[in-house]
């Protein structure tokens, strides 16, 4: 595929919708589900398809293909299930087929989780374990599922326990955006970037003003072809989690990824929307418990810590700390630098101007999450399946979805900007729907099967109004106590 063909299709702001019968994943491994239904009915409108299947007209003969779901997590931190948590195993499975049903040379399914999880657990739970050890047997040219993690940790009395370096840094591509990445501008000497239950010292290593780094599996960057299958939920952080978010799970360690900066806006921070001494004190504390390298010290800094977050609670705040909440003004920077790698990134480390593989999403919102997510969400029954060669137009759509005002999300509005390796290329206006719903733009098909969605509580701006003779639903989710000591990020 040349140059400009690649361009052109990543661009495109088409986005197809196929609607499944009933908003529920098939149980067992069907040949002819109605996920894999819904796949043919998106892949057909959209022009992926041709005589080699769903995908026969994304994947050239000979292309390695990755496919990346959201695996974020082994269990729901909350009571909604696995189901509106991670992407769907029949999801996967749909798409693993697929791709094998093309002349590709592999095809490999692989993310990264957040520290926390238990990644065995995970793909047993989903049945994924089985089902690619029968896979590969009967297929060789699939290659399995993959954890990218370089870092793994278990929280032992609310002190983080780490395994490092589990994957050699040689399975990894360093990229170093400098100047032309999006954290720039918010960039000081004063070490601000944070990311929950990390070293901060060694996040300041990787960004800095010049000095923006991330850490790619080589797996990513290696691919002719990506697939991402995110899973759509609302998020505590980035209000949405859709198709830009789910490159997160690109990058192996940590350090690389900043989620917030320490402070409130008064100070130049936007850890949480209202400073004061005790936010400050949470601050220094979560601080020093994540760099001591004892037990018992860490133990002494957790009851600190949550002695703070109590009052914190008692003196009304709702919203917490790590950045959780709509003036958020770093995760989407990190989310974009990271969407521009995956589309610009060469193998060796540096940027073109002209895209280096294909890439095309498709997103699960079968049973959608709503809430406290990510990592604690309700189940959303939406019974769709979003597909597009566009991350910015799929997250456009999804955030509607989720009965946002799109516009109000910085994820989604800045992933419209013109930068330098931009994402899209047409304002956020001229997104068009095909599929189930019809054709046309977004709101006028949405708005007749938008419902009520729980946010946030640090996102309840952002909601969009509410139509007419519906009420909003957001309302204080159990799990959002305020200074959250919510074990990562995701």
């Excluded at 499944?20 to 409108?45: F, H, K, M, T, W």
């Excluded at 370089?150 to 360093?174: K, M, P, Y």
């Excluded at 996102?459 to 074990?487: F, I, K, R, T």
Aim: proline letters at 6%; aromatic letters at 6%.
């Amino acid at each position: 595929m040349t140059e400009d063909a690649l361009a052109s299709r990543a661009f495109s702001p088409t986005v197809g919708i196929a609607r499944l019968p009933a908003c529920s994943y098939p149980s067992a491994n069907e040949s002819d589900s109605p996920i894999s239904q819904a796949l043919v009915r998106l892949a057909d409108g959209l022009g992926w398809s041709s005589e080699k299947g769903p995908f026969g007209m994304v994947i050239p003969p000979g292309s390695r293909v990755l496919i990346k779901p959201n695996l974020v997590l082994h269990q729901n931190e909350g009571t909604g299930g696995m189901d509106c948590l991670v992407t769907h195993a029949s999801v996967i499975r749909a798409a693993v087929d697929a791709a094998l049903q093309t002349d590709a040379a592999e095809v490999l399914v692989g993310d990264a989780p957040i520290q926390g999880c238990d990644f065995n657990a995970l793909i047993q739970t989903t049945g994924l374990d089985a089902w690619a050890r029968e896979r590969m047997a009967q297929e060789p040219r699939f290659k399995g599922v993959r954890d990218f993690r370089r870092t793994t940790c278990v929280l032992v009395h609310g002190v983080r326990v780490a395994e490092e370096n589990i994957q050699s840094e040689d399975h990894f591509t360093l990229f170093d955006l400098g100047r032309e990445s999006l954290l720039e501008p918010i960039s000081d000497n004063r070490s601000r970037f944070r990311v929950a239950w990390y070293d901060h010292r060694l996040m300041a290593k990787t960004h800095h003003p010049g000095v923006h780094q991330y850490l790619v599996a080589k797996e990513v960057v290696d691919a002719d072809v990506i697939i991402n299958l995110p899973k759509l939920k609302t998020h505590k952080k980035a209000g949405v989690t859709c198709a830009l978010k789910n490159l997160i799970g690109i990058n192996g360690n940590k350090e690389y990824l900043p989620h917030h900066r320490v402070g409130g806006p008064k100070t130049g921070g936007d850890n949480y929307p209202d400073d004061g001494i005790v936010k400050r004190a949470l601050e220094y504390v979560s601080d020093r418990q994540n760099v001591t390298s004892s037990y018992t010290g860490g133990m002494v800094w957790h009851l600190f810590f949550a002695v703070l977050a109590r009052a914190s609670r008692y003196g009304g705040d709702r919203v917490g700390m790590d950045g959780s909440w709509s003036g958020n003004d770093t995760i989407w920077r990190t989310c974009l630098d990271l969407n521009r790698i995956l589309l610009y990134g060469r193998a060796d480390g540096t940027m073109s101007d002209e895209m280096q593989r294909r890439v095309i999403h498709i997103a699960d919102a079968v049973i959608a999450g709503q809430g406290n997510g990510p990592l604690a969400p309700e189940p959303l029954d939406l019974g769709l399946l979003i597909g597009g060669s566009n991350a910015a137009a799929i997250d456009w759509v999804g955030a509607q979805l989720l009965a946002y005002a799109p516009e109000k999300i910085a994820l989604v509005r800045h992933a419209f900007d013109r930068f330098r390796w931009p994402i899209a290329n047409v304002p956020s206006s001229g997104v068009r729907l095909i599929g189930d719903l019809g054709t046309g733009a977004p709101k006028t098909l949405l708005d007749p099967i938008r419902r009520p969605v729980s946010h946030p509580v640090g996102w309840q701006d952002a909601g969009a109004d509410p139509l007419p003779g519906q009420s909003g639903a957001d309302e204080p989710q159990s799990g959002m106590a305020a200074a959250s000591v919510e074990p990562q990020d995701a």
